[in-house]
């Protein structure tokens, strides 16, 4: 934010007193302004006034005459000098030149990660305007010149310290496993660098609590992928209808997702086996899928404070890996979360199960409610009968998720480096989210409620 000099409490300069004045000085720019705003027709401004207490232009010709210049004069000042009360909000020239440039200026990425998503990241950024991804890192030899010849991209590496020390990289995505989402995240933040952490966003609540510090201290932007759905139409819709107390009192929230053969390592992404492991990955199907509901939840109930969560977990469904494989991560995951204000959101998620694959959305208000897939507004019923009324919100051909996913965070990311709205997910309400899915762990095997 640009600072400027402070006005008096009204807003403007205080004027001195006639004869106050230091010797030879003359009129400060805040005092032209004064005296100009005061002048109108009939009524000569204090600075006419003053020429009275020079003795050899008493004469009436003289008197006339000078008013007439003063008025001129003060009258020119208020189009040519700056205004104080304008000043904090008015940028001088260079600023106004300096943000022209910003807005229409490339940013360039860079993508530590080049795993599965972070070829998913390279796709997005190079069709997002504005963006040029320009590096790609990973520790595994040859991997990211593989993805850099694929997607033409200029450079590669095996280590993401020389893309922290390049000037033309003005964002960080971090795309590698969970557990080794911190390191990268804080040394990106402290070399002055923009970050999109892939979810979750860490492991551990002390490792969030520290990436939340570093990107306070350093005053760049931390974001969080778990945002995906945030930005969906029907997201964005049901947020601004609830803001609008269409649903009177919010107070239930529930999301299922459930597959029927999605483990990651096993059904899909058969390469990527560190999703079987507890210490890569830091869970199973909560940790992994589970997050984007909970982000969504949260943000959408108004990001009330939780205060207690409960939860159950289960591994064992379907068959394991031929090659004998561990997988010690769960399946599926139940989660209560009771909220401030007496709400509450449940959450059921599943890798796999045997039922129908099935995703859920609702919210609950004490005037209406609003059912997602697609977005349906639920009303009270008529006098003489019990259904509710119910209406679709988006329009013919708009479905819930348009203008969401990882295309929709990285346009805001590219407005946020504009100097606009921050990304959503910011690192503070990533860190409540990351603070639930501990909560919810350690409650599964206690078997008791977590009090946060």
């Known amino acids: 934010m640009r600072q400027s000099g402070q006005p008096a409490a009204d807003g403007w300069p205080r004027k001195k007193a006639l004869g106050s004045e230091t010797p030879g000085a003359g009129p400060t720019a805040g005092e032209l302004h004064a005296g100009a705003v005061a002048a109108s027709p009939g009524k000569p401004s204090n600075f006419a006034l003053e020429f009275d207490r020079i003795p050899h232009l008493n004469e009436p010709a003289c008197r006339l005459q000078y008013r007439r210049i003063a008025r001129r004069a003060i009258i020119i000042t208020l189009y040519l000098l700056p205004d104080p009360s304008r000043s904090s909000t008015r940028p001088n020239c260079k600023e106004q030149e300096s943000e022209m440039r910003m807005a229409g200026r490339t940013y360039g990425i860079g993508i530590i990660g080049a795993g599965h998503i972070g070829r998913a990241h390279v796709k997005t950024w190079r069709e997002c305007p504005r963006a040029e991804v320009r590096a790609v890192v990973d520790v595994i030899p040859g991997r990211a010149p593989v993805v850099a010849h694929e997607f033409k991209i200029p450079s590669a590496y095996t280590d993401y310290a020389p893309v922290l020390e390049r000037h033309d990289i003005d964002l960080v995505a971090v795309c590698t496993p969970p557990y080794a989402h911190y390191q990268p995240t804080v040394d990106a933040l402290q070399a002055g660098k923009a970050v999109l952490c892939e ?140 909220l401030e204000g007496g709400a509450a959101f449940a959450l059921e998620v599943a890798w796999a199960s045997h039922i129908q694959d099935q995703h859920v959305r609702l919210i609950l208000g004490d005037r209406g409610g609003l059912q997602f897939g697609p977005l349906t507004f639920f009303g009270p019923p008529v006098a003489v009968g019990r259904d509710c009324l119910s209406r679709r919100v988006l329009g013919k051909g708009v479905g819930d998720g348009a203008g969401g996913g990882l295309p929709g965070i990285a346009r805001a990311f590219i407005t946020a480096l504009d100097g606009g709205p921050a990304p959503m997910t910011p690192a503070e309400e990533a860190l409540v989210v990351t603070r639930v899915i501990d909560a919810a762990y350690c409650s599964a095997a206690t078997g008791r409620p977590v009090v946060l």
């Open 199 to 338: 979810k979750p966003f860490a492991l551990q609540v002390g490792e969030a609590e520290r990436m939340v510090a570093a990107a306070r201290a350093s005053g760049q932007h931390l974001a969080v992928a778990s945002a995906r759905f945030r930005y969906g139409a029907a997201s964005c819709k049901a947020k601004e209808m609830i803001a609008a107390g269409a649903l009177g009192r919010v107070y239930y929230g529930r999301a299922s997702l459930f597959r029927q053969r999605g483990r990651p390592g096993i059904d899909l992404l058969k390469d990527a086996t560190w999703f079987l492991s507890k210490g890569h990955a830091g869970g199973g199907a909560l940790i992994d899928i589970g997050v984007y509901e909970i982000d969504l939840m949260l943000w959408l109930m108004g990001n009330p404070r939780v205060l207690s969560v409960s939860a159950t977990t289960w591994q064992g469904i379907g068959d394991p890996r031929p090659d004998g494989m561990v997988q010690n991560v769960e399946d599926h995951a139940t989660v209560m979360c009771q």
